[in-house]
């Protein structure tokens, strides 16, 4: 039975991948901690729309004091696009990962900040929706569920070097999210074979870190990247 359901949903996710590649994202599952040491390295173009199915990971108390990292890398001006994304899932109505960018020639952090960032470095704070408000949510057909829109950046980049984007939760409840880096549809061939490599478990919630099967499917948008 188990086999047969599997090949079912490979054979949705197959139709579902043709059907909608131009609006999709190459998606990547976060194996290991992207920590500052080890962040997740953009090592084609920060324009092309990459999806990274994270998790701000929770101490044995149930506390998360994890930091997320992704770095690029720009030679002349270039149009970034960040955006976090947070599953509708039960017990992620108040969860607000925060997202900055941070690289040369930003601005001067004018607030205390849960990292260090280099002397000649500034960053940008992305607005976060506020606890307790009503949150816009949409349908991603790609992956099957819907989720909850976050902050977003996009802005055009002039100055070349390294950048680098922070994910955290002020507020330490950790959870799953997604960072959507770019929004260019570029699909190479390693692409196409990682989103089929990855498709089929974002449809069954693979990538989730609790139950999500009960949940909040009457609340969603068609996702407009060019908002």
């Known amino acids: ?17 043709v059907a909608t590649q131009s609006r999709a994202h190459v ?20 324009e092309q729309s990459l999806a990274i199915y994270a998790w701000l990971e929770r101490d044995d108390l149930g506390r998360s004091q994890d930091i997320d990292v992704y ?34 020639g930003l601005p001067t952090p004018a607030a205390p900040i849960p990292f260090e960032i280099a002397p000649d470095y500034g960053i940008v704070m992305i607005q976060s929706p506020k606890p307790d408000q009503p949150r816009d949510t949409f349908y991603e057909v790609f992956g099957g569920k819907s989720y909850y829109k976050g902050p977003y950046f996009d802005e055009q980049i002039v100055i070349p070097g390294t950048y680098y984007v922070y994910v955290w939760d002020p507020d330490r409840k950790g959870g799953d999210y997604v960072a959507v880096l770019g929004k260019e549809e570029i699909w190479r ?39």
């Not at 998606?27 to 920060?46: A, G, R, T, W």
């Not at 270039?78 to 997202?99: A, D, I, R, S």
């Not at 989103?195 to 990538?207: K, M, V």
């Open 1 to 17: 039975m188990t086999k047969h359901i599997l090949k079912l949903v490979l054979l949705i996710t197959t139709i579902t991948f």
């Open 27 to 46: 998606p990547y599952f976060e194996h290991h901690d992207f920590s500052e040491k080890q962040p997740f390295s953009v090592d084609y173009s920060i």
């Open 71 to 104: 770095a690029f890398r720009i030679d002349g001006p270039t149009n970034v696009y960040l955006e976090l994304l947070v599953p509708v899932c039960k017990g992620y109505e108040n969860f607000l990962p925060k997202l900055a960018l941070v690289g040369p």
């Open 189 to 227: 061939l390693r692409d196409i074979i990682q989103a089929f490599r990855y498709t089929p478990q974002i449809r069954l919630d693979l990538e989730l870190h609790l139950d999500c099967s009960d949940d909040f499917d009457d609340m969603h948008e068609p996702l407009d990247v060019n908002r």
